[in-house]
Nanobody, 125 residues
Framework: QVQLLESGGGSVQAGGSLGLSCTAS????????MGWFRQAPGKQREGVAT????????AYASSVKGRFTISQDNAENTVNLQMDSLKSEDTGMYYC??????????????????WGQGTQVTVAS
C-alpha cells in the first residue's frame, strides 16, 4: 500500500502561482508512476501531469503544458507541482496519485492505484 498526502494549494489571482506537494509513505517502491489530477465542480476528473520516478520522465496535459511543472524530491519521497500563469479554469480539487506497473503506461490516461485526499486550488479572475 502507498499513502499519499497533498499539501499546498489555496487561493490566488489569475496570472499568479501556486505550488503543491505530495508526500508518499508506505511501500513507495510500488508507486513509481506519480501523477496530479484535478476536478472542477460539475466536471469530470482530468489528468494534469505525470512523472516516472525512476528516471524523471514527465508528461503534461495540453491545457497546462508550459505553465505547470511536475518534479520529484526522492530524498523526501515527494512529488511537487509548480503552477504558474494560473487561469480561472485551473480552479478545482487537485489530487495526487500513484500507479504501479511499467514506465510506458505512466500517463494521465492510465488508471491509478492510490489516491490522496485532495487539496483545493482556487484562481480568481
Amino acid at each position: 500500500q502507498v499513502q499519499l498526502l497533498e499539501s499546498g494549494g489555496g487561493s490566488v489571482q489569475a496570472g499568479g502561482s501556486l505550488g503543491l506537494s505530495c508526500t508518499a509513505s508506505g511501500d513507495t517502491n510500488r508507486g513509481a508512476c506519480m501523477g496530479w489530477f484535478r476536478q472542477a465542480p460539475g466536471k469530470q476528473r482530468e489528468g494534469v501531469a505525470t512523472i516516472w520516478i525512476r528516471d524523471g520522465r514527465t508528461a503534461y496535459a495540453s491545457s497546462v503544458k508550459g505553465r505547470f511543472t511536475i518534479s520529484q524530491d526522492n530524498a523526501e519521497n515527494t512529488v511537487n507541482l509548480q503552477m504558474d500563469s494560473l487561469k480561472s479554469e485551473d480552479t478545482g480539487m487537485y489530487y495526487c496519485a500513484a500507479r504501479e506497473g511499467v514506465s510506458w503506461r505512466c500517463s494521465i490516461g492510465s488508471p491509478f492505484d492510490y489516491w490522496g485526499q485532495g487539496t483545493q486550488v482556487t484562481v480568481a479572475s
